[in-house]
């Protein structure tokens, strides 16, 4: 997981849009206006912003996963506290620090430029870890060449002394003994065998040993908490994104290469990633750009409850998918490859509503939230109109689906609602004549659980005492 929320700096304009019912934050929250710099409450603010977010990310976290937040300097205390309740100070690996511009920035009255972000980087559970950091073998490495390869040179000499003093170690090799008050480091058996193979070379009267690219392993170690250059900066995302978007403005994005390294760093090539701040897509644009270079197939959910969703974060991805012809890199010019499927969140289920009969769902959508629940079928609201007089809603390969509902507390508990001996009869008929079975939801049945069964109809009672409401 990567995200990247706001970060409280007091002049972002970001909202509590959260629906908080508990008296004890809605007092903190007293209102919902934006959160300026003056306000007294905006640690308190952000807080209850990321808490509940936090606690639901770490339930979609694999065990085997990691998470990062980016953050600067206004709320990183907070949230490093926060991040040790939700996942425990046992999973903290890393406040990576991220350089995000060149130079300070000479504001009037500040005595500090801050040029660094934080990457935080806790992990779900032990099983998690990051990939070691590989260094690669750079062909620049090995400027001679001969019959067998590519190769460098290293010398072969140490200081000849005290504990290192080894007078066996002074003996010819290529006709040279080491130079003055040295020895050298390989025995004179294997100088034979390797003199045999060719393997030294005489530089002005130094020998050296021959070491071939295929024999130099790429090394590994553990991730350096401070990013490198490559990560890039504010100003590159900026002018990289520009490029991608043209005229569609976006303020705080993110640089690929960072999250590209982020990734490198957290995933494996089949990794899922998930990004809950999407902002401008810059995570589902660094997944799809490892994959091209690694031929990996990461995928990528993004989230983004902004209007912009569509017309910058989606087509962002559209953009880089297809190419980008103002772009320097050629993999993008050329276009990353991929694919994604974009959905829009429907009305809200407010189980609590319907309970008590204020927030009643409209048919359409109570259908589509049943349909998903019980079969794991996703089919949007519009598709899902009633059909005929006992609320046929959707028929798959071998079941029908029912819904006896109408968004009004008073009929739901009239008998109108209730699945009856007569209307049972009639969706049973229905449903055989097409070899069917049939699930029926509804608020109330007056008709026993053996007969249906009989009938081939499963009744499912939509949420408890829902009849009831309005009474
Ligand atoms: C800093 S931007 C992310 C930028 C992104 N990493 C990029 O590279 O483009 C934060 C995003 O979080 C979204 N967001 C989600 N929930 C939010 C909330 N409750 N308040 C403010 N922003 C929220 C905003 O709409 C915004 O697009």
């Not at 290529?174 to 045999?196: C, D, F, M, V």
Request: with cysteine; aromatic share 8%.
């Amino acid at each position: 997981m990567y995200i990247d929320p706001p970060y409280n700096t007091g002049n972002e304009g970001w909202a509590y849009n959260d629906r908080v019912n508990s008296p004890l934050m809605k007092a903190w929250l007293k209102e919902n206006g934006p959160v300026d710099g003056e306000d007294l409450e905006r640690h308190d603010k952000w807080l209850c912003m990321m808490w509940p977010r936090l606690q639901l990310l770490r339930e979609l976290l694999s065990d085997d996963g990691v998470i990062f937040v980016s953050i600067d300097d206004n709320e990183q205390h907070h949230l490093r506290m926060l991040m040790d309740e939700v996942f425990g100070e046992e999973n903290f690996l890393s406040a990576f620090h991220w350089r995000k511009k060149g130079t300070s920035t000479n504001v009037r009255g500040a005595d500090v430029s801050s040029v660094t972000d934080y990457q935080i980087c806790y992990r779900k559970s032990a099983s998690a870890s990051l990939n070691q950091r590989v260094t690669r073998k750079e062909t620049r490495k090995y400027p001679n060449s001969d019959a067998e390869g590519c190769y460098r040179t290293t010398i072969i000499e140490k200081k000849n002394i005290g504990s290192y003093a080894r007078g066996t170690m002074q003996f010819q090799i290529l006709g040279h003994y080491p130079r003055e008050g040295r020895r050298w480091q390989i025995g004179q058996n294997t100088a034979r065998k390797l003199e045999q193979r060719n393997r030294f070379v005489s530089d002005n009267g130094v020998v050296k040993l021959k070491i071939y690219d295929f024999e130099d392993k790429d090394t590994r170690s553990a991730n350096p908490s401070l990013l490198p250059e490559s990560c890039g900066s504010s100003d590159s995302a900026n002018k990289s994104l520009i490029r991608i978007l043209n005229d569609i403005g976006f303020e705080t994005p993110k640089p690929v290469e960072l999250i590209a390294h982020l990734l490198r760093m957290a995933t494996d090539k089949d990794a899922l990633v998930l990004d809950s701040f999407a902002g401008s897509g810059t995570t589902a644009h660094a997944v799809l750009a490892l994959n091209k270079a690694d031929g990996g197939s990461r995928r990528f959910i993004l989230v983004e409850c902004e209007e912009y969703a569509d017309a910058i974060t989606a087509e962002r991805v559209r953009r880089v998918i297809r190419g980008v012809p103002a772009a320097r890199d050629p993999a993008l010019k050329e276009g990353l490859g991929g694919s994604f499927t974009y959905c829009e969140l429907g009305q809200p289920i407010q189980v609590d509503g319907m309970l008590n009969g204020e927030a009643l769902p409209t048919f359409s959508t109570l259908a589509a939230h049943l349909l998903h629940t019980a079969s794991g079928v996703s089919a949007g609201a519009e598709a899902l109109e009633r059909r005929g007089r006992d609320g046929l809603f959707y028929s798959s390969a071998n079941v029908d689906y029912h819904l006896l509902y109408e968004p009004r507390a008073g009929w739901l508990s009239s008998p109108d609602a209730m699945l009856n001996e007569e209307r049972a009869k009639r969706i049973s008929a229905a449903a055989k004549k097409r070899g069917r079975k049939a699930v029926v939801f509804g608020p109330g049945k007056y008709i026993g659980q053996r007969q249906l069964s009989g009938m081939g109809i499963v009744f499912c009672q939509l949420p408890y005492e829902m009849h009831r409401a309005g009474q």
